[in-house]
């Protein structure tokens, strides 16, 4: 009798690496932040699909991967996306970016 096909756990398609992008955890076998795709949807409001046209290396099964991945995880990850802001706008000195000029800060939006 043949074994039932197992379906991959969203886990299985995440992955943290020490010294790469400051263990962040990640899309497995890519640089893509799990945090990247989650503010392409949640900031950006974009859909899985539309991730996937901006994003092509990935499919549709990872796009949902990081977010089933980005719930579970959903505190850390925005204490973690938060305070990345705040050190982006030390570095800048308080310069605004042409995006920000244009659509208002990015942290007033999540």
Do not use: C, F
Request: charged share 25%.
């Amino acid at each position: 009798m043949a074994k039932p096909k197992m379906k991959a756990k969203p886990d299985a398609y995440i992955e943290t690496r020490l010294g790469v992008r400051g263990g962040a955890p990640l899309i497995a076998g890519t640089g893509i932040k799990v945090l990247d795709v989650a503010v392409r949807s949640e900031v950006m409001e974009m859909s899985p699909e539309e991730i996937v046209v901006a994003l092509p290396h990935l499919d549709l099964s990872r796009i949902h991967a990081a977010l089933v991945y980005y719930y579970a995880h959903e505190a850390d990850l925005d204490r973690e996306w938060k305070t990345s802001l705040k050190k982006v706008a030390r570095l800048r000195g308080g310069q605004a970016s042409i995006l920000e000029q244009t659509l208002g800060s990015a942290e007033n939006l999540h």
